[in-house]
């Protein structure tokens, strides 16, 4: 979609990505010492090379005009070695081993491989040579296991079989990142850096947008408003890859102040990614007819309202719940620690209906609390879910029975926050106005 931004504003706005991404690269490099975990431990070495190509890609990313393609390619590679490094701190422990040996396999088949600057009269002598350093090395343990899990005739084996859409379906099984800027980041970068590395007559005239249809590359201005928006969303996309990535170490390293640093820093870069983008009313807006009031850390809780065709998704809390038992609900539930609430939603989302959330926008952050002696429940998160996959079902006790219902139909419903209604007549009214 061609941009309403100035060119002025563009660069500002690229300029506040480039800082945006700078800064989580200092805190990836911070974290690095303070992983503890094993495994982790293992796969930590994909950050260290993240961290090079991230250093690169701001070099490139100062340049736009001259190194838009070949940013592109990097953020690729960074972006798969992000997605990497979390799929490997999950996967099983047969493919964990696999990452593990890896380049042992690769080790030694490239022991004694002919080099550049080899004769190559000396060819068939090297390969004498090469055979014997080869079976030298698989007197080793380590090297025989490698090569039973890959192969001792083929050189050229990934360490998985699994398709980066697999690896990233892994992940959003998992369920405590936030999955939605991998599948954003494999959609955006993956396919046209391909067609650029790979030399295509569409990857060599990526840059300057030849075959996009109704956009004029001879026209300088446009085109650099393209460029500078385009890099501009790439740095903030890549960023908020190594928060999702501080958000898994966290769960089992103490790391909390660098992911409380980089979680401030990805809710200004995802408030400046909608701007750029033009994204129409992602704002959140707070009801006046819920009381804000000083509450504990701890006490955070996410909701949302599943809608389809504008009817929403509530399920009646059970008789044994503590709060508003037998009442009308969205669902979602309390945040686990550090858990920030969009995870919190997706996760809860799964559990209580078997749904997928894709997207959900912000409606509002609001304390909830007693009306009779004014104590505070928790600070709850509540966001409109609009994109989502799968068919929801009733999958938990926490209600006895789930049922869509209109806007007209809840007026009728005792709920568990009236407020509820003003929220969904607010995004009724921003939606008609879209």
């Not at 975990?37 to 090079?52: F, H, K, V």
């Not at 701001?58 to 838009?68: E, G, K, S, V």
């Not at 769960?251 to 102040?257: A, P």
Request: proline share 3%; aromatic share 10%.
């Amino acid at each position: 979609m061609r941009t309403t931004h100035s060119l002025e504003n563009l660069k500002h706005f690229h300029n506040q990505a480039t800082q945006f991404f700078a800064s989580e690269l200092m805190l990836l490099k911070s974290a690095h010492p303070k992983i503890n975990d094993e495994r982790l431990g293992q796969a930590a070495t994909l950050l260290i090379s993240a961290g090079q190509t991230g250093a690169a890609l701001l070099q490139l990313a100062n340049q736009t005009n001259t190194f838009t393609s070949q940013s592109v390619m990097l953020a690729r590679s960074f972006m798969e070695t992000i997605i990497n490094f979390c799929y490997v701190a999950i996967c099983d422990e047969k493919e964990y081993r696999a990452f593990v040996l890896h380049p042992i396999y690769k080790q030694y088949h490239n022991e004694g491989s002919p080099k550049m600057k080899d004769d190559l009269e000396e060819l068939q002598e090297n390969i004498k040579k090469r055979e014997e350093m080869q079976a030298k090395l698989k007197e080793k343990t380590i090297v025989q296991e490698a090569l039973a899990i890959f192969s001792e005739t083929k050189p050229g084996m990934n360490w998985t079989k699994k398709r980066l859409s697999e690896r990233i379906e892994t992940i959003e099984d998992w369920g405590k990142v936030l999955d939605v800027f991998f599948t954003i980041s494999k959609l955006q970068y993956y396919s046209d850096a391909s067609e650029i590395l790979h030399g295509s007559l569409y990857g060599s005239t990526y840059s300057i947008g030849a075959f996009e249809p109704g956009f004029d590359p001879r026209n300088n201005e446009e085109l650099s408003k393209r460029t500078y928006k385009d890099s501009t969303t790439m740095l903030l996309h890549l960023g908020m890859l190594i928060h999702e990535a501080f958000t898994l170490i966290n769960y089992t390293n103490e790391i909390k102040d660098i992911w409380d640093h980089s979680f401030h820093n990805r809710g200004t870069a995802l408030n400046l990614l909608f701007y750029v983008i033009e994204k129409k009313g992602f704002e959140p807006q707070l009801p006046q007819t819920v009381l804000q009031r000083p509450i504990k850390e701890k006490e955070v809780s996410a909701g949302g309202f599943l809608v389809k065709k504008n009817k929403f998704l509530f399920g009646k809390r059970s008789k044994n719940k503590d709060w508003a038992p037998g009442f009308w609900d969205i669902v979602g539930g309390q945040s686990l620690k550090n858990e920030h609430p969009l995870i919190t939603l997706q996760r809860e989302t799964f559990e209580e209906t078997g749904v997928k959330v894709i997207n959900a926008e912000l409606m509002t952050t609001a304390d909830v609390f007693k009306h009779s002696n004014g104590e505070i429940l928790f600070k709850y998160h509540i966001y409109m879910i609009t994109n989502f996959k799968g068919r929801p079902i009733n999958k938990s006790k926490e209600h006895t029975k789930m049922k869509w219902f209109t806007r007209e139909e809840l007026d009728k419903l005792p709920l568990a926050l009236p407020e509820y209604l003003n929220l969904i007549d607010e995004w009724l009214e921003r939606k008609a106005g879209r």
